[in-house]
């Protein structure tokens, strides 16, 4: 069973437990946990509910292998009464920062989980305390042995195959004995000729005021995607420290009862945007196993527009919406969700716009600050064409680089992670056309030839990327004006970011590592950081560009008071006692680890909250 469509009218009469705004991973986990409770629960989503059906979901594969422009969104067809921004090329941000964010969401039911790439890495413990150890960004008001159970929970839910002691090599921690439900993904063939370059190098050193030797050690990363169950996982329990023995079955086709989605990882290459077998989790598979669907009711095409309160009690009383007829028309109706409890779960940027547009800018003046994603510096060379190199073979990524996310350097500069990728150069835009250009313009090679050429050369590419982190920042942030708005009328959010010198430090200090790495494999570097890309900067007479890592966070974040955050230690608003604003968005700092799992842990978190509210 899945939960139950409704229309406008049907919900019009109906006074929900709890009203969520959103349906990617963050919203659908709060739907299951509260549902599972017995309260009854409204989802609000701006996008198309399609990809629901097995069809729908078919429908996005054939778009995408259609699209000439293979971009973060280009399974789902534009909607322009809910836009997604894919790197701006639709216009929807309106950037007024010296920087572009340069990232993009997907708002479709399922979330950003529906193009994501499928990494599920805690944060380390040091991260929650940047300011304090770091004298960067902002501390959390919770620490990450708060959170341990909750990740637990949530790598359940999502499924993450993983090796726990790579991760522990990596400065995460683990209860004694805890494995990860499934087992990791095999690295590519690809990781073990670079593994082989890496071995090479040994060592380096980072930092200037306090130097550091950095041991550099490839390992696998956690995934979000079917590989084999692993037979020694204990699942969480009722209780926090709680485990339970029992095999992990994926959900899906590999389940002892199959659905209609959910195979093991074929390694298509081309986990963002869309899995063809559906082996990357997004959030569709959690609402899709809600035990009691019958409480759960779907608006979609429903894009919230108004938050009420009430003026003497700060009280959110309803949420009001416009949902549209089709994706075609700008044809509309009004509505009205109420409930007792009110989720945003929307996304970082779009949760505070929408509280910008109801005029709600916290008690602390917060709401829409300390916005931040991951800045990635990538490189790309060709490897010696006497070597196989196996390119666009395996998971998008599948090893990298985790040695650089602590250490006291980052009282100077930015941790980061580097990862392989097994899809060659497509993310820095170059992946074909330097390649042709070459060929044809300097090689002039054509018909049979050209088409060996194309193929010898671009199964020899290999591009590295570096996630750097971003600390919050007060000048980073989210706002609205009443000049931009959609064809619905709703606001647009305009952008305001910039990536400072801690971060740029690190990225020119990843471009010369890279250098390294790809001396000790005999490639030659093809990089080249065009003047004219949007996110081009120059740092100490060097040009570069970065691309977003889509990890929208830090706009409503959580604190000790009302006066230095937007939500408390459970995600509730300060401000609006039945208000909870969960996802990425509350996060203090991001680290060097995608958000996914750590917002995901966080909902579970807010979840027990919630229903204790309820109850009271």
């Given at each position: 069973?899945?939960?139950?469509?409704?229309?406008?009218?049907?919900?019009?009469?109906?006074?929900?437990?709890?009203?969520?705004?959103?349906?990617?991973?963050?919203?659908?986990?709060?739907?299951?946990?509260?549902?599972?409770?017995?309260?009854?629960?409204?989802?609000?989503?701006?996008?198309?509910?399609?990809?629901?059906?097995?069809?729908?979901?078919?429908?996005?594969?054939?778009?995408?292998?259609?699209?000439?422009?293979?971009?973060?969104?280009?399974?789902?067809?534009?909607?322009?009464?809910?836009?997604?921004?894919?790197?701006?090329?639709?216009?929807?941000?309106?950037?007024?920062?010296?920087?572009?964010?340069?990232?993009?969401?997907?708002?479709?039911?399922?979330?950003?989980?529906?193009?994501?790439?499928?990494?599920?890495?805690?944060?380390?413990?040091?991260?929650?305390?940047?300011?304090?150890?770091?004298?960067?960004?902002?501390?959390?008001?919770?620490?990450?042995?708060?959170?341990?159970?909750?990740?637990?929970?949530?790598?359940?839910?999502?499924?993450?195959?993983?090796?726990?002691?790579?991760?522990?090599?990596?400065?995460?921690?683990?209860?004694?004995?805890?494995?990860?439900?499934?087992?990791?993904?095999?690295?590519?063939?690809?990781?073990?000729?670079?593994?082989?370059?890496?071995?090479?190098?040994e060592e380096v050193t980072i930092g200037k005021e306090n130097p550091e030797t950095i041991k550099l050690k490839l390992s696998t990363f956690p995934q979000g995607r079917n590989s084999i169950p692993h037979p020694d996982y204990q699942r969480p329990g009722y209780t926090d420290d709680q485990l339970i023995k029992d095999n992990f079955i994926p959900e899906g086709v590999a389940s002892v009862h199959p659905?209609?989605?959910?195979?093991?990882?074929?390694?298509?290459?081309?986990?963002?945007?869309?899995?063809?077998?559906?082996?990357?989790?997004?959030?569709?598979?959690?609402?899709?196993?809600?035990?009691?669907?019958?409480?759960?009711?779907?608006?979609?095409?429903?894009?919230?527009?108004?938050?009420?309160?009430?003026?003497?009690?700060?009280?959110?009383?309803?949420?009001?919406?416009?949902?549209?007829?089709?994706?075609?028309?700008?044809?509309?109706?009004?509505?009205?969700?109420?409930?007792?409890?009110?989720?945003?779960?929307?996304?970082?940027?779009?949760?505070?716009?929408?509280?910008?547009?109801?005029?709600?800018?916290?008690?602390?003046?917060?709401?829409?600050?300390?916005?931040?994603?991951?800045?990635?510096?990538?490189?790309?060379?060709?490897?010696?064409?006497?070597?196989?190199?196996?390119?666009?073979?395996?998971?998008?990524?599948?090893?990298?680089?985790?040695?650089f996310r602590k250490g006291d350097f980052r009282k100077e500069q930015c941790a980061f992670a580097m990862s392989i990728h097994n899809d060659g150069w497509g993310w820095s835009g170059t992946g074909a056309t330097d390649i042709l250009q070459d060929a044809v313009d300097k090689k002039h090679k054509y018909g049979a030839e050209l088409r060996n050429e194309l193929i010898t050369r671009i199964s020899q590419?290999?591009?590295?990327?570096?996630?750097?982190?971003?600390?919050?920042?007060?000048?980073?942030?989210?706002?609205?004006?009443?000049?931009?708005?959609?064809?619905?009328?709703?606001?647009?959010?305009?952008?305001?970011?910039?990536?400072?010198?801690?971060?740029?430090?690190?990225?020119?200090?990843?471009?010369?590592?890279?250098?390294?790495?790809?001396?000790?494999?005999?490639?030659?570097?093809?990089?080249?950081?065009?003047?004219?890309?949007?996110?081009?900067?120059?740092?100490?007479?060097?040009?570069?560009?970065?691309?977003?890592?889509?990890?929208?966070?830090?706009?409503?974040?959580?604190?000790?008071?009302?006066?230095?955050?937007?939500?408390?230690?459970?995600?509730?608003?300060?401000?609006?006692?039945?208000?909870?604003?969960?996802?990425?968005?509350?996060?203090?700092?991001?680290?060097?680890?995608?958000?996914?799992?750590?917002?995901?842990?966080?909902?579970?978190?807010?979840?027990?909250?919630?229903?204790?509210?309820?109850?009271?």
């Open positions: 069973m899945i939960i139950k469509s409704v229309d406008c009218q049907t919900i019009s009469n109906i006074v929900y437990d709890v009203v969520i705004v959103g349906s990617g991973v963050a919203g659908a986990i709060v739907a299951k946990q509260l549902s599972e409770q017995g309260k009854t629960v409204l989802i609000l989503e701006a996008g198309t509910s399609e990809g629901l059906t097995l069809e729908g979901y078919q429908n996005n594969i054939e778009t995408f292998y259609g699209a000439l422009n293979k971009n973060s969104n280009s399974p789902y067809p534009l909607n322009p009464n809910a836009l997604s921004p894919t790197d701006n090329t639709y216009g929807y941000f309106q950037e007024k920062g010296v920087l572009p964010l340069s990232g993009s969401y997907t708002r479709i039911v399922g979330g950003t989980t529906r193009h994501w790439e499928g990494k599920t890495i805690r944060m380390l413990p040091e991260d929650f305390k940047l300011r304090t150890n770091y004298g960067h960004g902002l501390d959390w008001p919770i620490s990450y042995d708060d959170l341990m159970p909750y990740y637990r929970k949530a790598e359940y839910e999502i499924g993450v195959a993983g090796d726990t002691e790579e991760q522990k090599e990596a400065g995460a921690e683990f209860i004694d004995g805890y494995v990860l439900p499934m087992k990791k993904l095999p690295p590519s063939f690809l990781d073990g000729i670079v593994r082989k370059g890496i071995d090479q190098i659905v209609e989605y959910g195979e093991r990882c074929q390694g298509n290459a081309n986990c963002v945007p869309i899995c063809p077998v559906q082996a990357k989790y997004d959030a569709r598979r959690t609402l899709s196993t809600i035990a009691f669907p019958e409480k759960v009711h779907l608006l979609s095409q429903a894009v919230a527009t108004q938050v009420d309160i009430n003026p003497e009690n700060g009280r959110v009383t309803a949420i009001n919406y416009k949902q549209y007829k089709n994706i075609s028309s700008s044809e509309y109706t009004v509505g009205t969700a109420r409930g007792r409890l009110f989720v945003l779960a929307a996304n970082a940027v779009e949760n505070a716009k929408l509280m910008l547009a109801s005029n709600l800018p916290s008690t602390s003046g917060m709401m829409g600050c300390n916005l931040m994603d991951h800045p990635y510096l990538l490189s790309w060379a060709l490897l010696p064409t006497t070597k196989i190199a196996g390119t666009l073979r395996g998971p998008q990524v599948t090893s990298g680089l985790s040695t590419q290999l591009l590295l990327d570096f996630m750097c982190e971003l600390p919050a920042n007060s000048s980073n942030r989210v706002t609205v004006d009443p000049q931009y708005k959609d064809q619905l009328g709703n606001y647009r959010p305009v952008i305001h970011y910039n990536v400072p010198d801690y971060c740029k430090k690190t990225m020119a200090y990843a471009r010369k590592l890279s250098l390294q790495i790809f001396e000790s494999l005999g490639a030659k570097d093809y990089s080249h950081y065009d003047k004219s890309d949007p996110a081009y900067f120059e740092y100490e007479n060097e040009g570069y560009f970065f691309r977003g890592g889509n990890h929208f966070a830090g706009t409503h974040v959580m604190g000790t008071t009302k006066n230095n955050s937007v939500v408390d230690r459970n995600l509730r608003s300060w401000d609006h006692e039945n208000l909870y604003l969960v996802g990425g968005g509350s996060m203090p700092s991001i680290g060097s680890s995608n958000t996914t799992l750590t917002l995901a842990a966080l909902s579970f978190l807010a979840s027990e909250q919630m229903l204790r509210d309820l109850k009271a």
